[in-house]
């Protein structure tokens, strides 16, 4: 009984598993759908028969003439009656493989088949069995195979294993095809008994395969598609962890990317536009803004959403199809996409140790099927750290949570509900002094290294009382926190006539804080003054220098209500989109300014001066106050038609901003309000063309004509002043090449930008040390090329570069000083025309390089950035500077992977910025060599090292 049980347990296991294929595809084939077509050709047919049957055809394109034309009529049939209707005039049967349908031609000599029973075949001698990986490795999961042999197909299992029986003897062609993945062709000779073959394919790097959806809403391969877009896969993003959400934004190209401010606020300039924080480009997660674009550092949008294992994927998209897609995003737009869960449970957890700040996190991401047609999504992380210059409190902690349910109610159609909360707390990086020598480098003090210490003091708790009377309590051990709670719906139908309606809508709460402070000027210590700690110890023979620093202390509370609708009809050679979308931000802000003073050392602690009284803080005045909601109603239309080789690309989009709020008076009693209500109108306007040479080039060009709205913060601004307001257009035009061939594959382009009438301000210094803002209008454009490449020379070896060269000028920009100025420059004319814009390198490049071997894959990176201006009066220039990374990965088991990288393994101290409030006048650029000077540098040298576990 022993002996005989488990060969029983086995035949009835392999038996009940065939039945259970064959029930799966009996039911596939019962499903009842209703398809219209006319004289259509073989592709289109199958197309439609996907789309409401959700299945996957395979087969080989020579299966049929595509020239032949099909028609059918079918109300409420089965799928297995459609196919049949369709394929057997053609000569062609089909198999059922899961969701995919293997096509081929009929053409197998039958031998005696007797009715009801299966078709017996002539037996060959060669079967062909196989393995598809990846350069890892892993198995390339639902690959198709194609045998130039009777047009057979395989889909690759779990296993990552095809077969195919009863193959003569001879020479064929297998053609292997996956989404990621470039198709590989292979040579094989068949003989003896059976064939055994492995096969490897390299990953599509820059995935100029893979279809993205245009602003018509249609399905189109990168190298069919007008639009500069950038995508970075999970898998990349594990390969490239990134340090913080803006950190993740250096692998695009055309981005300038700031992330010296640690897990805090960055900044991301983009294609030379002038203007930091996110005025630019927009962040939406999974298809909804997180923030409208416009913002800066308060609010800043890349602390509305954090990277972690729940990210599917991100796309990037550059230039001017961003502003068909969202409002007020003339330069760039990231949209974070989630996984949704998968045909299959799975998941993964993953640890990972930052043996440079003490850092701990855990990452968790897990999904898969309920039912048949229900499966969800939940994961999110948590971390704590010390920070990578450690104040004297824990830096980082906090964390998120996502999760999404999805019903697919029918196929391609379906109702998801998702939802996400955040609580994270991030410690802003603020700018601290260097000893300036010339070189545009960081170099450190006697006393104080900028790079691997900080200015944030170790009195952390202080209380003040407003202008208004309020009473405030501060912690500068918040730093930037944020939390937020938000959930949704997503809905998409497509109707029996192919119409595809999609609509996705979200209401987000958020609550958030920053208290930080921004250096101002050092002071030398006086022996004839007397300073004190808070504690009331007295300083003993202070010598070198203290520094003034400002306070930042906001309070802030947003409501926001996104929905957006899109409509999208093929109809012959046109791909039409129609969309309507709202999106209201209900925001409540408030800041307390202050000045106090520190010591010029690592974790300083606050001075009283000449008075051994109070709490160190003086001057305390109301920085910012917003109270009111901007309402953004918009249309689009687009259509995008299909030429054959050439394409063209149509979108125009209508937004109207409606803000309404109050204007705080700022001076006594500090309680009087104006109320405000305006409204405006922007219209954009982009055509995109693109000519397919071959499977393998292309080219691009693109067009758009756009705007930068004002936002609620320019009106609520205490010295708003309406003929300070102009429309501020912005015009990109960009033309490109597309190679995409088995060992190399390019993405590159050439741009021109122009922006016109941006609101700015000029500081100037006053009598006193502190600075006068006076508005202007400034106007620029920029002249840019972007490259963005993949090589691979072998199975194991990969090249990356990526490379942006800028030339980013102002053509307009014009001030005078006024009375109250510094006397030297009190009267006086700036004109800063012609001068290159602050902050914009000359060029960015990284090379990056990965080798495989056996278990283990090495990475390594070498990113350069090129020189800059702090500011338009371009007096003190930034020098160029470089970061290495490297890294190791090693795959213990097949559900077990150990990661070991650094970054910045030179310990680099390249500037990201100067003094942005006074360069400009700071001793009319004439600086000593060795004297104090304000910047911000890279973030130092760190080590990390993560543990994974895939199930």
Known sequence: MKITFLPLFLMMLTFGLSV????????????????????????????????????????????????????????????????????????????????????????????????????????????????????????????????????????????????????????????????????????????????????????????LEQVVVTSSGSAKKKIESSVAISTISAKQLSQRPPLNSTDMLKAIPGLSVESSGGDGPGSVRVRGLPGGGYVFMGVMEDGLPVLPTGYSTSPSADQYYKVDLTVKTVEAIRGGHAAVILANTPGALINVLSNTGGAKFGGKVKYTRGLSQN??????????????????????????????????????????????????????????????????????????????????????????????????????KFSLTSPDGKNMNFDFSDGVHLKSLAGGIELKHVTKNEWSFKNNL????????????????????????????????????????????????????????????????????????????????DVYMYSLGATFNTEIKNQPRILRIANNTGNGFSGVNIGTFMDGMTTISSATVSDEIDFGKLTTDIGIRADRFHVKGDRLQNSTPFTNKTAFDESNSYMTASLGLNYKINEQHALFERATSTYSALNISNYSAFNFNPDNIKDRKVFMSEAGYKVNTSKFALFSSLIYARLNNIASSMLIPNTTD???????????????????????????????????????????????????ARPD?????????????????????????????????????FRRIGKRWTSPSNVYRLDGYNEVSAGLDVKITKAIGLRVWADNLTNSRGLTEGNIRGDQFLLNGNFEKGSLQIGRVILPRSFWTSLTFAF
Do not use: C
């Open 359 to 460: 850092a701990n996190r855990f990452d968790l991401n897990l999904g898969g099927p309920l039912s048949e047609k229900v499966k969800f999504n939940v994961g999110g992380f948590y971390r704590a750290d010390d920070g990578i210059r450690p104040p004297s409190y824990r830096a980082n902690e906090g964390g998120q949570i996502k999760a999404n349910l999805t019903y697919q109610f029918k196929p391609n159609s379906y109702i998801r509900f998702y939802g996400k909360y955040l609580n994270d707390k991030t410690a802003w990086l603020v700018p601290s002094y260097y000893s300036y020598d010339g070189t545009g480098q960081g170099k450190a003090l006697p006393d104080f290294d900028l790079l691997k210490e900080i200015l944030a003091t170790r009195d952390t």
């Open 20 to 207: 259970a294929k064959d029930s799966y595809g009996q039911e596939l084939l019962n499903k009842r759908l209703s398809i219209e077509v006319r004289r259509g050709e073989f592709r289109e047919v199958l197309s439609k028969i996907e789309k409401n049957a959700d299945v996957k055809f395979s087969f080989v394109p020579q299966l049929v003439d595509s020239k032949e034309r099909i028609s059918i009529s079918a109300e409420d049939e089965t799928l297995g009656e459609i196919l049949n209707g369709v394929f057997k005039p053609l000569r062609i049967t089909y198999e059922v493989s899961g969701k995919y349908i293997v096509l081929r031609r009929s053409n197998l000599t039958m031998l005696n088949a007797p009715a009801m029973s299966f078709p017996k075949f002539v037996i060959q001698d060669v079967n062909i069995k196989g393995k598809v990986t990846d350069s890892k490795g892993e198995p390339v999961i639902g690959a198709t195979v194609i045998l130039n042999y009777q047009s057979r197909n395989q889909i690759v299992d779990k296993d990552g294993a095809f077969t195919f029986n009863n193959i003569p003897e001879g020479t064929y062609t297998l053609t292997l095809t996956s989404v990621g993945y470039k198709s590989l062709k292979k040579e094989i000779t068949v003989k003896g008994p059976e064939v055994q073959i492995d096969l490897l394919m390299q990953e599509d790097n820059l995935q």
């Open 770 to 820: 502190g600075f006068i803002s006076i508005a202007t209008f400034a106007s620029s454009r920029n002249i840019s090329a972007e490259v963005e490449a993949i090589y691979t020379p072998n199975k194991n070896l990969n090249f990356r570069l990526t490379t942006t060269l800028q030339d980013s000028k102002y053509t307009k920009y014009e001030v005078t000083a006024p009375a109250n």
């Open 825 to 861: 420059l009190a009267g006086k004319p700036y004109i800063w025309s012609g001068n290159q814009a602050e902050r914009v390198p000359n060029y960015i490049t990284e090379l990056s390089a990965s080798y495989t071997y056996k278990i283990f894959d090495a990475f390594a990176s």
């Open 506 to 585: 979200r209401f987000q709460s958020t609550k958030s804080s920053f208290t930080g402070s921004i250096v101002t000027a050092a002071t030398a210590y006086k022996a004839n003054v007397k300073y004190y700690y808070l504690d009331g110890q007295e300083l003993s023979n202070p010598t070198g220098f203290y520094t003034g620093q400002s306070l930042i202390g906001t309070t802030s509370e947003d409501k926001q209500f996104s929905d957006f609708l899109d409509i999208n009809k093929q109809i012959g050679k046109n791909s039409l989109s129609f969309g309507l979308g709202i999106h209201t931000y």
